[in-house]
């Protein structure tokens, strides 16, 4: 007799690398800058591709991108699969590579969404994003509880008051979702001011659930990061 096949949904890595790093002032795009011995790039696809329970990564580059082809050629990205078709805005970026895609996932698959800019995301966090987010969940992102104290600017860069900071999180990567619903959700959302796909998904209804996450799980963002960036990979 035959057993109908039980088709169990797959965790999809997508990071979007197409950005230009204008913060951090070099010509060369941040993703690309040395970091312990290795394009920056390449710690965080490396820390994706070699996750037990992650079955395919996929990388956003811009379209005109030249930088991946010669890190892919030193055997930093294998198991990566590289999509030129970043956007305008990370969110487009993330979009258009979900679309890029579709042949490749199901609507059930979930999809982690990472920050080519966090390489020092540890296995121990993605393990718990994986574990904490439930079959029933809309998804979940990685979050960290804001530690320090708010306060909010006048006109003249002085304090203008204080802000409760009970209930606030700091929204991390990777944010996983279901495919299906990730790629509607940022469709629907189109040119709007999202800068997550939390942010996406909140817009048409759904809770995301927020999962713990780590300071080492920083966005690599200034010159400064990088060293300490450096000082925690070496040291992992
Ligand atoms: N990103 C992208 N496409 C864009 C903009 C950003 O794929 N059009 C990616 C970046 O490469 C990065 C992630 O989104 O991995 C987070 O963005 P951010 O840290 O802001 O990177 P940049 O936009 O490159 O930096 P900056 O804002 O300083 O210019
Ligand atoms: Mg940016």
């Known amino acids: 007799m035959l057993t109908p096949a039980i088709i169990v949904p797959r965790y999809i890595a997508l990071v979007p690398a197409a950005g230009t790093g204008t913060r951090m002032g070099e010509s060369l795009p941040k993703q690309y800058l040395e970091l312990a011995g290795h394009p920056l790039l390449h710690h965080t696809l490396h820390r994706l591709a070699t996750h037990p329970r992650i079955a395919g990564v996929f990388v956003v580059l811009a379209a005109g991108d030249t930088h991946f082809g010669a890190m ?5 990205a294998d198991a990566v699969e590289p999509l030129y078709c970043g956007g305008d805005t990370r969110a487009a970026s993330v979009y258009n590579g979900l679309v890029a895609i579709r042949d490749a996932v199901a609507g059930d698959d979930w999809v982690l969404v ?13 393990d718990r994003l994986i574990d904490e987010v439930d079959e029933s969940d809309a998804g979940g ?9 708010l306060k ?17 999180w700091q929204a991390q990567t990777p944010q996983m979702f279901r495919y299906g619903f990730l790629v509607e959700a940022l469709r ?7 800068t997550d796909e939390a942010g996406a998904i909140e817009r048409i209804g759904l809770k995301p659930r927020l999962v713990m996450g780590e300071a080492r799980n920083f966005k690599v963002t200034y010159p400064e990061d990088l060293e300490l960036a450096k000082l925690i990979l070496e040291n992992s």
């Open 72 to 76: 892919a050629a030193n055997g930093s």
């Open 152 to 168: 909010r600017e006048d006109d003249d860069r002085r304090v203008a008051s204080t802000q409760a900071r009970a209930g606030l």
């Open 188 to 194: 629907r959302a189109g040119a709007a001011d999202v």
């Open 114 to 126: 990472h920050d080519a800019a966090r390489p020092c995301l540890s296995a121990a966090a993605l």
């Open 141 to 149: 992102l990685l979050a960290l509880p804001v530690a320090d104290t």
